[in-house]
């Protein structure tokens, strides 16, 4: 059995670099989807398959845990969430000041010429070599996961306990409540 997990780190990367402020442009297409799906999603539909499989319940032996086909999270959903929640929650830097975000990230649509706020810097080469996923436009297919719920549905504990479908996600509140603070908490952290 085969479990594709497609997890964009790169957003990791923009929420980093905006959130401590000095990430104000960034290249790609605003309508791109991010294929972003938490990782206990994906151990829940490991879980599920497996007793399927051993159930006999399914026969399929390839599942892709993804978000884009059933509830796609764009870029711009990023940008829009990133401003909401940093405006919020100011990241606080090492001499305990919070940074101040003024505005909404900037996407440009074409190239990173058009990023005059961090020409020639560690950012416009960090922007050209993320540029292949910002304007990555394709949507995983996730049939046989969709078909594994529907297989297991009714059947006592399964669908309940081991959520794992992604039109569950309410992206604004799983970004805002759990990966961004888990992100400023364990990974953002200031240096106080």
């Not at 993804?66 to 405006?87: C, E, G, H, V």
């Not at 305990?96 to 003024?102: A, E, H, I, S, Y």
């Not at 594994?148 to 794992?164: D, H, Q």
């Not at 479908?165 to 509140?173: E, G, H, Q, R, V």
């Amino acid at each position: 059995m085969v479990i594709t997990l497609y997890y964009n780190k790169t957003i990791d990367f923009l929420i980093d670099a905006y959130g401590k402020g000095t990430l104000r442009s960034f290249v790609g297409n605003s309508e791109v989807v991010f294929d972003t799906i938490p990782a206990d999603m994906v151990v829940n539909s490991m879980i599920i398959a497996l007793l399927a499989h051993s159930m006999n319940l399914f026969k399929n032996w390839i599942y892709h845990s993804a978000s884009s086909l059933r509830n796609p999270f764009k870029f711009s959903d990023l940008r829009d969430i990133m401003y909401s929640y940093f405006t919020k929650n100011p990241w606080v830097n090492q001499y305990g000041k919070p940074v101040v975000v003024t505005q909404k990230l900037t996407i440009c649509s074409t190239n990173v010429d058009e990023l005059p706020l961090n020409k020639g810097s560690k950012l416009e080469r960090i922007s050209d070599l993320f540029k292949h996923y910002s304007f990555f436009q394709s949507i995983f297919d996730d049939q046989n996961a969709e078909k594994l719920r529907i297989a297991t549905k009714g059947i006592p504990g399964m669908n309940e306990e081991f959520n794992f479908d992604p039109k569950a996600i309410n992206w604004n509140d799983y970004m805002m409540n759990i990966h961004f603070p888990g992100l400023v908490k364990y990974s953002i952290r200031s240096n106080i």
